[in-house]
């Protein structure tokens, strides 16, 4: 093998030699400065952040100037490219840039790592990284937020960010090496220029024809071949050109039959293709690549990669670094990040995904890259719908109150939504799997776990409540339902689920329940309840042969507590009540109220005959009697209410429970007839007298609708006898029994609210009988009694005006005589009733004076004329000291306040002479007349 003569070769190698001493010499001092700046890039950003943070937590409350001056002398630095204070919620409190200030970070600085940067803030250790370009640098730097007012210190973290770009420094870092060694570089220019005029001379000239030769070869001219002569070596040179050119010749023919191959299986592929050289231009593209470019290969060929693949990163909008140069650098596949958008030439958009390969030489070396990629535009957009659907799914299950969860097609839950967490006090790790079941009450726990399994197995919904712990420890009551979901193509994919609070729904339905049974002022069973435990113990008594006993006590003189003293003392008194009923019974006995101040104590199994039963029952309800008989406490005052109780024994023939709830209401009501504060049995004969009195208010109720009645009147005299009033009395007039007189009728009357119309109708003859009176020249006044549930009427006042005003009648002829107890137990209601009905001219009577408690004061304010002294204090006159002295009392009083006196019952001459002598001028009774039919009456009076 010939070698190259040594005059060539020597110079040749010295310059090589100068060449590579010189650039590594160069390149060598450029790598350790561009270390160094970044070395000390590093540690003055990392400084500046440290500082900027340790002022921004000293001074950011109370100094924030010096916190601003600090910032600004760190930007003076000019690798600073920014510099930002955060908050917690990643807002700017301080930057470079006045404008980005109260800015959200995300918005000032678009591309910020803030989710990132959140991370280093937990974990409060500064951080520094380098982009791999090694120019730019970030430092992020924790510092503590100053505490609000309310904490003692603050649990908020902040941020310091600062970014350096040494792309400048080291840029001048470069120009000042090539500064340094421009002298070095001129001096081997001019020996690299003297070994170039020796190579002319001694090699190039005898080379120029093999040149020439050589490049007619290169433009195509293959069929060229050089002369083989001269000196040895060009001779030999020669000789290896034209094996070449032979050689070439036929690789050319190979490779256009195996590009015409290539350019047939490039234009079938699907993908995007590019092929550079090792100088990142391009060598070749197919179709799709073209459209996806907007190149076509001619216009592309040569051009570098760069400029005709544009890709840059779908978020930030940054340019993206391109994979041909990463492989050409590192000799592997490469693939694009995600989010890589491709720009094509008329400024398209698509999203790509790609793989960069290199193309190696025989000998391993990278003789290019091949880049295959293709448009996912579509595929994004599915991903980016389903993210936004899975968003959308999870934005609408924490919007709303629901517990969500989700599991698998193995049972196991993978899913909870915020608001279940929230709920549980759990993160979701503890809860997945089945780890939710820790918060399951023990008892429910087996329960739903079986409703989960089978509905399960069965791909089929379910329902179940059970009881979930809540995070402050209470247990609460949540509905579960759940439903089997499965994918597009019908497979099973698992359970999806929601849960609702129900706690408030069960106690309410709790309540409901209570309430439905139980009074809601004492808590006590209500009638609903005490019929069916009533029913119970009936059914049982029979059963067994065990006597039972029902007490129904009614509260003495209650109405008139509850009316003096108001509602709220009334509740309260009932509630004690309700306590002593229940603290004398035994556990298994019931206490109810049926309303108002009834209550009613049933006592089950009590004996296993009548008489023994009869017993034990007068016991209790003599020690309930006495209970209720001591002073009841309310306030600074105690309270007296005594209690009539009846007691009825079952069980008896074929009574219901009705029947003992009436028989018992009816022993009641004899034990109040007998002096109330009394115990009465009920008995056969009371059930009779309760059927009289039921037939009398029937027969009562049709006398009134078909107006069997009769006005008798009884005259009121003067000194003389003389006849200058009258009193309008009714008598019921009965189809079989005839004549009825009042006292058997008007109690029925008076319970029953029948005595309204007919007290109206007395009231209407009375003043037809005036107006007839009046037109007949005999005009006297008429006296009608008046209820006191008629007197308390709402329209009583609408309903005397219509009288007078359908009767004529003059109403200073007209007198209303009410009694003293009204007055009493309704004062101030009857003092303004009474001055409305005044006003219309009429007048007033006290019937039955001296034996209520009405006060002088009252009487001083009402609109009477008139007292009756009741004939309780006349009959016995004048043996009769203490009537004496009361009647005397009466007429005095009466006299200085102006009231006329009619004095009731008088029956003998001694009581009229006796009344007459102790200045009484009005007198009515027996002695002088007796109640007369009406006709009766006005035949007498006539002259």
């Not at 950003?45 to 600090?70: F, I, K, N, P, T």
């Not at 991370?119 to 503590?144: C, I, K, M, S, Y």
């Not at 608001?419 to 089945?434: A, C, D, I, P, Y």
């Not at 006590?524 to 006590?553: I, K």
């Amino acid at each position: 093998m010939m070698r190259a003569p040594l005059r060539v070769v020597l110079p040749l190698g010295l310059a090589l030699a100068l060449l590579l001493i010189g650039g590594i010499s160069f390149f060598g001092t450029l790598q350790r400065e561009q270390a160094r700046i970044l070395e000390q890039g590093r540690a003055d950003c990392l400084s500046a952040a440290a500082h900027l943070a340790r002022m921004a937590e000293q001074g950011l409350g109370s100094a924030r100037g010096l916190v601003e001056a600090d910032l600004a002398h760190t930007v003076t630095d000019r690798r600073a490219r920014v510099v930002l204070v955060l908050d917690d919620a990643g807002r700017v409190v301080s930057a470079h840039r006045y404008a980005w200030r109260g800015q959200p970070v995300a918005q000032a600085l678009p591309g910020f790592p803030w989710e990132r940067a959140r991370e280093f803030t937990r974990q409060r250790l500064p951080v520094l990284q380098v982009h791999a370009d090694g120019n730019r640098l970030e430092a992020f730097h924790p510092f503590e937020l100053p505490a609000t007012p309310t904490e003692l210190r603050s649990s908020r973290r902040g941020l310091v960010y600062v970014e350096f770009d040494l792309a400048q420094v080291r840029a001048q870092a470069r120009l000042l090496a090539f500064r340094d060694r421009a002298p070095d570089l001129v001096g081997l220019a001019l020996l690299l220029v003297l070994l170039g005029l020796f190579l002319l001379r001694q090699v190039s000239q005898p080379l120029q024809r093999l040149a020439t030769a050589a490049q007619r070869f290169g433009a195509g001219e293959h069929e060229i071949r050089v002369p083989e002569a001269g000196v040895e070596e060009i001779r030999q040179l020669a000789h290896h050109f034209n094996q070449m050119a032979e050689a070439v010749a036929q690789a050319q023919a190979r490779l256009a039959q195996s590009e015409q191959r290539l350019a047939i299986t490039l234009q079938s592929i699907g993908d995007a293709l590019i092929a550079t050289d090792a100088k990142q231009r391009i060598a070749l593209m197919n179709p799709v690549a073209e459209t996806l470019t907007g190149w076509s290969l001619e216009e592309a060929r040569g051009r570098p990669i760069g400029e005709i693949f544009v890709i840059e990163n779908a978020l930030t909008g940054r340019p993206q670094e391109s994979p041909v140069e990463r492989v050409l650098a590192e000799g592997t596949v490469v693939g694009l990040a995600n989010h890589t958008v491709l720009i094509d030439r008329n400024g398209n958009r698509c999203h790509i995904a790609d793989s960069a390969a290199p193309i190696r030489g025989p000998e391993g070396r990278v003789e290019g890259v091949v880049l295959v990629f293709r448009d996912v535009s579509e595929e994004y957009r599915l991903r980016r719908q389903l993210a936004d659907s899975e968003k959308h799914f999870r934005t609408l299950a924490d919007a709303g109150q629901a517990l969500i969860w989700t599991s698998g097609v193995d049972g196991q839950c993978d899913y909870f939504n915020r608001v279940w967490l929230e709920f549980t006090g759990r993160s979701l790790k503890q809860e997945r799997g089945m780890g939710w079941t820790a918060g399951v009450h023990p008892d429910d726990l087996p329960r739903v776990l079986e409703i989960y399994r089978r509905a399960f197995d069965a791909r089929q919904p379910f329902r179940t409540e059970y009881r979930l712990r809540h995070h402050s420890g209470e247990y609460r009551w949540i509905v579960n339902q759940g439903s089997p979901r499965y994918d597009s193509e019908g497979v099973f994919l698992g359970y999806v689920g929601h849960c609702l609070d129900i706690t408030d729904s069960k106690r309410a339905e709790a309540e409901i329940e209570r309430l439905a049974y139980h009074d809601a002022l004492t808590g006590l069973p209500n009638r609903a309840l005490l019929r069916d435990r009533l029913t119970q113990a009936l059914a049982s008594a029979r059963r067994t042969g065990r006597a039972g006993a029902l007490l129904f006590v009614d509260l003495d003189q209650f109405k008139r507590i509850n009316d003096v003293y108001g509602h709220e003392l009334g509740d309260a008194l009932l509630q004690e009540v309700a306590r002593r009923l229940v603290l004398h019974v035994r556990q298994e006995d019931t206490v109810a109220r049926l309303g108002g101040d009834e209550f009613v104590i049933l006592l089950p199994n009590l004996a296993v005959n009548v008489q023994d039963a009869a017993a034990l029952a007068l016991s209790v309800a003599d020690k309930v009697r006495v209970a209720l008989e001591q002073p009841i406490p309310i306030g600074e005052n105690h309270y007296v209410s005594n209690a009539s109780i009846g007691i009825t024994l079952f069980p008896k023939n074929h009574e219901s429970i009705d029947d003992l709830m009436r028989e018992a209401d009816i022993a009641m009501y004899r034990a109040k007839e007998s002096g109330r504060n009394a115990v009465a049995y009920f008995e056969t004969t009371m059930q009779e007298a309760v059927s009289r009195r039921y037939a009398l208010e029937q027969a009562l109720r049709e006398a009134v609708n078909h107006q069997a009645f009769e006005l008798f009147l009884q005259s009121q005299v003067d000194a003389q006898g003389r006849p200058i009033a009258a009193e309008a009395l009714v008598r019921w007039r009965h189809p079989q029994e005839g004549l009825i007189p009042p006292a058997s009728f008007i109690p029925v009357a008076e319970e029953s609210g029948l005595i309204v119309p007919i007290g109206e109708w007395v009231l209407a003859e009375a003043c037809r009988l005036i107006a007839r009176l009046n037109a007949a020249g005999r005009s006297l006044r008429i006296a009608v009694n008046m209820s006191p549930r008629q007197f308390h009427q709402p329209n009583l006042v609408r309903k005397v005006q219509d009288i007078l005003a359908a009767s004529g009648a003059d109403p200073a002829y007209l007198v209303l005589e009410i009694t003293e107890n009204l007055l009493v137990e309704h004062t101030s209601e009857a003092v303004a009733r009474m001055t409305e009905l005044a006003t219309l001219g009429l007048r007033f009577s006290i019937d039955d004076f001296g034996t209520g408690y009405s006060s002088l004061a009252y009487l001083k304010r009402l609109p009477v004329s008139e007292l009756k002294i009741d004939k309780s204090f006349v009959k016995d006159l004048p043996q009769d000291l203490n009537d004496v002295a009361l009647v005397e009392t009466i007429l005095a009083m009466a006299s200085h306040l102006g009231f006329e006196v009619v004095a009731e019952g008088v029956e003998t001459a001694a009581q009229f002479e006796f009344l007459r002598h102790l200045g009484c001028e009005r007198f009515q009774g027996y002695h002088f007349h007796r109640p007369e039919p009406l006709t009766t009456w006005l035949a007498r009076l006539a002259p």
